[in-house]
């Protein structure tokens, strides 16, 4: 029987109504009365997702990997605000996880008649307990998503999530051939520059101290060649530049004139900024 792990840490799914608006409340065995599943329990945090730092993330994914032995898989309830990045950072830290990790949320908390919350958790769980899925994903809106590709799109919709490659998970994965491991992030600072039309090189040559940035282009990897320039000032200056749209769909390629960076710098495929961010933090290469 698969021996399961509920880790809370707050989000909308737990919030309750205060005087000062919705607030995280409700542990680990409020949440599972709703639920028609039942595992043990972990209560970590009752925060706000949006607040939520990557040192929380590393302690995170310290206390799945030191539960590894334990449990058979894990399910992690969170803010929808910052899930997509704290499901990156676990893909990244647990290396070859051959165990299922499933973070859920929800866009309306749990006590409200009208939740989504009750399914997602309940679909979570499941996934859970059903023993065939390896690695981290997302169960919200019906649907579970990889961790490398999942991103938040929509602020009130139930489906607020899609993935950036359009994959689902729809059957079960196949477990790593490899020993899982859990990997320390590296000290790399990351920034994150958006292209816009009058982005001034100045504000692009003031990420010099960095150790990467990931630049988000437009359409397949257009720019102004002041910004280009700039970004070959950056490289020279032992800064990697990553480069990736700004549309949700799609990557970046050497289609037209004006998208002669794309040649000069590392593109971004098939994964989330999200993603991303923490790949090149963590010095991860596809």
Known sequence: MTKTLLI?????????VTEQGLKP???????????????????????????????????????????????????????????????????CALQNF???????????????????AVDNLNLALETALSGGFYGICIAIGGRLLPAESVTKFDTESFTAFDNVNKHYLTQPLPKPETMPFYLEPKTNMVGVIYITPNLSRGVIL????????LVLLF?????????????????????????KSQCMYGKVEEIYAAHSGVK???????????????????????
């Open 8 to 16: 809370t840490t707050g989000g909308t799914i737990s919030c309750t």
């Open 25 to 91: 409340g409700l542990k680990g065995a409020d949440l599972l009365e709703y639920s028609r599943y039942s595992c043990d329990v972990l209560d970590f945090k009752l925060i706000d997702s949006s607040v939520m730092t990557d040192p929380e993330r590393q302690e995170l994914a310290k206390l799945i990997w030191e539960n590894y032995d334990h449990y058979d898989s894990f399910v992690v309830t969170h803010g929808t605000d910052s899930m997509a990045y704290t499901a990156a950072y676990l893909a």
């Open 264 to 286: 000069k710098f590392i593109p971004v495929k098939d994964e989330s900024v999200e993603y991303a961010i923490y790949r090149i933090m963590f010095d991860l290469e596809k």
């Open 219 to 243: 359409g397949a990897g257009g720019m102004p060649a002041v910004c280009e320039a700039a970004l070959e000032r950056l490289q020279a200056a032992g800064v990697k530049v990553y480069i």
């Open 206 to 213: 003031s990420y010099v101290a960095m150790d990467a940035v």
């Open 98 to 116: 051959d165990k299922t990790v499933v973070l859920t949320g929800s866009q309306l908390p749990i006590v409200y008649p009208e939740t989504d």
